[in-house]
């Protein structure tokens, strides 16, 4: 057996969460790599620390803070991930589908999901941000899914459709918002691999040949747990890296975390001003 989820586990993480925020959250947020800053401006904030909430899979990932933050933004009550896990840290996909199931049973109606990823679309620079209109389920076409073994009919169906992970009228808000704040909003197609390789250029050219935008080793999986259990979906990926399509330049995490500066205040502005309109 793997490592399938219960609802016994779920609620006994909410309780723990619970136990240190009365906070009843609409929206919560996944902050990737570097983005973490963007909790700092979250008013009357509770912190509780993964460590704190039993089952909660815990990050070993430089810019990855590793709290829960609740508070309010934008006149939203708010439940922020300041880091996330990953699947090439060791976890069972099924696990990292736990804290979304927390915020699902914590109330959200809105997942925001953002990450910092590379670029496969030659025409994204670094420092741009990208909207999710789609993704790639590499990871989980190939068998590992994070609604693989027993479904939890209380979040939703055994066999969701996926057609629309990505919810139409929040893209709407956020292209509003961007156009507004004249932020540079790109849209495009995300994959997410296991990692914690960065991609050849022979990965890279199959996957642009593919019509993927964006690469990155986060997100999908959380955007399918958020979709399965009705919640609606907004990814958002910085772009912190250029494509490496011919094999000339070299990633490197110190990259995507000092792009993460750049694209801290510029994904501020965004989610502020798509929670405002909320």
């Known amino acids: 057996m793997g490592d399938f989820l219960t609802l016994e586990q779920i609620d006994t993480a909410v309780g723990a969460v619970q136990k240190l925020s009365d906070i009843k959250p609409k929206v919560g947020m996944i ?3 570097g983005l973490g800053p963007m ?4 008013e009357n904030p509770d912190y509780v620390p993964y460590s704190e909430v039993p089952g909660w899979p815990v990050s070993t990932v430089e810019g990855h803070v590793g709290r829960l933050v609740l508070g309010n933004l934008e006149g939203q009550n708010v439940v922020v991930m300041q880091g ?3 699947y090439y840290e060791g976890h069972d996909m099924p696990r990292l589908g736990l804290p979304v199931r927390v915020m699902q049973r914590l109330g959200i109606e809105i997942l925001v999901v953002t ?7 030659p025409d994204f620079e670094p420092g741009e941000l990208m909207m999710l209109t789609d993704h790639l389920n590499l990871i989980g076409m190939a068998g590992q899914n994070p609604l693989r073994g027993p479904n939890l009919d209380e979040f939703g169906p055994r066999f969701p459709d996926m057609s629309k992970v990505y919810d139409r009228d929040l893209h709407t808000l956020a292209r509003e918002v961007a156009k507004e704040e004249k ?7 995300y994959v997410c691999l296991a990692g914690p390789t960065f991609e050849t250029p022979s990965d890279l050219r199959f996957l642009r040949g593919a019509g993927v935008d964006a690469v990155g080793m986060s997100t999908v999986p959380e955007a399918i747990i958020g979709h399965h259990g009705g919640t609606r979906v907004m990814g958002i990926s910085g772009i912190s890296n250029k494509a490496n399509l011919d094999g000339e330049t070299e990633t490197t995490h110190e990259e995507v975390l ?21």
């Open 84 to 86: 996330r896990t990953h």
């Open 31 to 33: 902050l990737g790599s």
């Open 115 to 121: 990450n910092a990823a590379g670029a496969v679309n």
């Open 39 to 42: 909790a700092e401006s979250i």
């Open 258 to 278: 000092e792009a993460g500066r750049v694209l801290v205040p510029k994904l501020t502005s965004l989610l502020r001003g798509v929670l405002r309109k909320l």
């Open 183 to 189: 932020i540079g909003l790109q849209e495009g197609v």
